[in-house]
């Protein structure tokens, strides 16, 4: 009998929104980082400097605005990051797509076979 070799499971890492500060599947989240140029939507997730997490929903948005998103960033917004921020914003759905409703984010997670 030919012994088998358990299947890995890729890990998957995780982060905090922090609009409504649920925790969710890094990929699942829009990083905002904070750069010496200003603040940047980084879609990568690999720009360097602090970053921060939010849902791509309108309302993790203007929870972020109000001043979550400064205080994750330590930071204060100039009325420029604001409108940058709020341009993206704007682009953004008002409720959670079906993607963003799985909390872990398990649909992305990949097994290697070995």
Known sequence: ???????????????????????????????????????RIDLTGKAAGRGAYLHAQQSCWQKGLKGALAHALKVELTEQDREILRTYMAGLPDEPTEQDETPTGLERETVDHE
């Open 1 to 39: 009998m030919a012994k088998k070799t358990p299947k890995k499971v890729k890990h998957v890492p995780q982060r905090t929104c922090v609009g409504c500060r649920e925790v969710n599947a890094k990929r699942a989240l829009v990083r905002i980082v904070r750069t010496e140029e200003g603040l």
